[in-house]
């Protein structure tokens, strides 16, 4: 269990030859090549939780009844697999075949400095086209993020890691 | 003012038929759905077209205000393409909720008890006969039907939503609908049950990283049976047939008539008597003829009577010819031609006879007899 102290200890492991400095400037480099570079752009759509009037009994909502906090364009390193084409019916029958799953990277602190926070089931919306916006909600929101392969030499967590799937418009269609 | 007991809130003014009534009130349901005095056949495209019809209109779910879009399903991808692309997103991917409903291909035979094995080799069976009229004749046409032959029919209704409101009010739908087990579909005039057999669940919540939404199955069967107009017979029955006489006030009866109403008229007898008369030197067993006499009128000779003379029938011993032998001549006696009796004789025939005298000194005669007739 993490343990959140309210006063700030500063992190000394590999204190020799990286510090909190060296930190900000690999992050730089990072975020210049993915924000500046690639300037993939995803879009948060953040649910409000408190406005969204659910259901009583089982806390679901039609499309048009979300309400989300305004959207938030996200700079990412993002990859989407191919969606497998698949029918409803067992038998073979009325076949469908949507977009694959979403991930995409993004640094922590993009999102400290938007203000913004990444949460299980939240929506991201994606241009696929000049006219068309492609919607995936969250199913692994990466807020654990202090593995190797999330930090920068083991030193602390850089970036997150955020796995998505594909929403119907039936479920959400944005604004 | 409260209401009296027994108010009665509604009255029955048309009550429903029963017993008798009703089965002619079904007989005429069918009638009229065929249009034709046998019912209409049922094939499984018209099962399927009202099961079809079942689901889309008496077990109809509306979500959000609109109406659940219903595909049946069958293997040609372009005809499911074609049934869904009006409820596709701009992915051409269907829109959820909706309902499937896919038949399975292999169709047994029924187990309805009131359609199992009873009647062995397609015997058919009178079903009506039908009065006709050709503009001549009137009668009947027999109109022979074979008994139908049961089968059963198992359908999955699914029905995909991602909310569990949804598949809740789907379900109660149902639940209703199948209260008894069974509801009931009119399929060209002809009644079948149709059974819910099971429900069951092939929600993807499992999918915890996947796409996610609830499949709800309802396995129906629909107890049927078919009847091919193919194989029903008409046979043509009774006639009644009108048989007009031409009849005339005056009528000749036949000679053989022998019923009263026209009893066979007194016949006028008719007698040629043809005379010998001795000759000097004439002996006994010597053939002799007799005088001519002239006809004077139309009779057919029939017998004949001899008087001293013998009668020789034919060539024997004592019988040295045939006698009497009566001969004819139509060219005024120039020449005569021997005939046999009976025989018809018009008037100017000229007759005569050969007789053998059995007393050579007494007269001879032969009497030919018959009756007059009109040629």
Redesign the interface.
């Known amino acids: 269990m993490e343990n959140n102290r309210p006063n700030k200890v500063p992190i000394t492991r590999l204190t020799k030859f990286f510090d909190d400095i060296d930190f900000d400037l690999e992050i730089g480099f990072g975020r210049e090549y993915m924000e500046g570079d690639l300037n993939m752009i995803v879009v948060l759509y953040s649910v409000d939780i408190e406005k969204t009037d659910t259901?009583d009994v089982?806390k679901?909502v039609?499309s048009q009844d979300i309400r989300f906090f305004p959207p938030i364009e996200l700079q990412v390193n993002l990859e989407i697999v191919p969606g497998d084409n698949q029918t409803?019916?067992?038998?073979?029958?009325?076949?469908?075949?949507?977009?694959g799953?979403m991930t995409f990277n993004v640094y922590q602190k993009q999102l400290e400095e938007k203000q913004c926070e990444i949460k299980y089931g939240d929506y991201i919306g994606y241009r696929v086209k000049e006219d068309?916006m492609?919607f995936w909600t969250v199913?692994?929101d990466g807020k654990i993020f202090s593995d190797n392969e999330h930090t920068v030499f083991g030193y602390k967590g850089a970036t997150r890691t955020v796995?998505c799937?594909?929403?119907?418009?039936?479920?959400f269609e944005g604004i | 003012m409260g209401i009296p007991k027994n108010f009665l809130k509604n009255l029955n003014l048309k009550p429903a038929s029963r017993n008798h009534e009703r089965r002619m009130e079904l007989w005429q349901e069918g009638m009229d759905a065929s249009g034709t005095f046998v019912p209409k056949g049922v094939l499984y495209e018209d099962m399927d077209r009202d099961f079809i019809k079942l689901i889309e209109e008496e077990l109809v779910i509306s979500v959000?205000g609109k109406e659940v879009p219903v595909?049946f399903?069958?293997?040609q991808?372009w005809a499911?393409f074609a049934r869904?692309w009006k409820f596709t997103?701009?992915?051409r991917?269907?829109?959820?909720?909706f309902i499937?409903i896919?038949r399975n291909p292999d169709i047994q035979f029924g187990t309805n008890p009131v359609t199992q094995y009873t009647i062995p080799q397609k015997r058919r069976f009178d079903y009506m006969k039908v009065p006709n009229y050709d503009g001549d004749t009137v009668g009947y046409d027999v109109y022979r039907i074979p008994q139908p032959i049961g089968v059963n029919l198992t359908y999955?209704v699914?029905f995909?939503c991602?909310?569990?409101?949804e598949i809740n009010k789907f379900n109660k739908i149902i639940m209703q609908a199948f209260q008894s087990r069974q509801k009931y579909i009119k399929c060209n005039g002809h009644y079948f049950p149709v059974v819910l057999e099971s429900i069951g669940d092939?929600s993807t919540i499992d999918q915890?990283?996947?796409?996610r939404?609830y499949?709800q199955n309802f396995e129906m069967q629909l107890q049927g049976y078919i009847m091919d107009e193919e194989e029903y017979e008409v046979t043509p029955a009774i006639k009644r047939v009108v048989t007009l006489f031409e009849t005339e006030p005056n009528i000749i009866p036949s000679r053989n008539q022998t019923d009263n109403l026209n009893p066979e008229p007194e016949l006028e007898e008719y007698n040629i008597e043809l005379l010998w008369e001795p000759e000097i030197g004439f002996s006994s067993g010597v053939i002799g003829k007799t005088n001519s006499f002239i006809i004077d009128q139309s009779a057919l000779l029939t017998t004949y009577t001899l008087n001293n003379a013998r009668e020789c029938l034919e060539i024997s011993e004592g019988c040295a010819s045939v006698t009497p032998v009566i001969s004819v001549s139509i060219d005024d006696g120039a020449t005569f031609s021997a005939v046999t009796l009976p025989f018809q004789i018009l008037p100017g025939y000229v007759i005569e006879a050969t007789v053998e005298p059995i007393d050579a000194t007494l007269d001879a005669s032969v009497t030919y007899r018959g009756y007059i007739n009109v040629i």
């Open positions: 259901d089982y679901e039609n409803y019916n067992a038998n073979g029958t009325l076949r469908f075949r949507d977009y799953n068309s492609k199913v692994n796995e799937t594909t929403v119907d418009p039936n479920e | 959000e595909f399903l069958t293997m991808r499911e869904t997103d701009k992915d991917n269907v829109q959820m909720p499937t896919v999955q699914r995909f991602y909310r569990m409101r092939e915890f990283e996947q796409k939404f499949v």
